[in-house]
């Protein structure tokens, strides 16, 4: 079975951060991935665009500290 089926299942087709179910995809968890859904996770576009690499289930904040938004 494919990674990407795989993880719809485990997920119910919904993104594993956020639960949206639109614009999702596939993100492989480095630096050990074997190409198992174990190293994978399921999100969606806003999701993805807020996760950082090196990978970790951090939650951004919704609003930057002030001390950042300088620039
Ligand atoms: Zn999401």
Redesign the pocket.
Known sequence: MKIEQELLIRSDSK??????AEGLAVYEVPPESNGSSDECIL??????EQVVFPWSLVYIPPSKPSCLQAS
Do not use: I, K, T, Y
């Open positions: 993104c594993e951060l956020c639960g949206a999100v969606c576009a806003s999701c993805s």
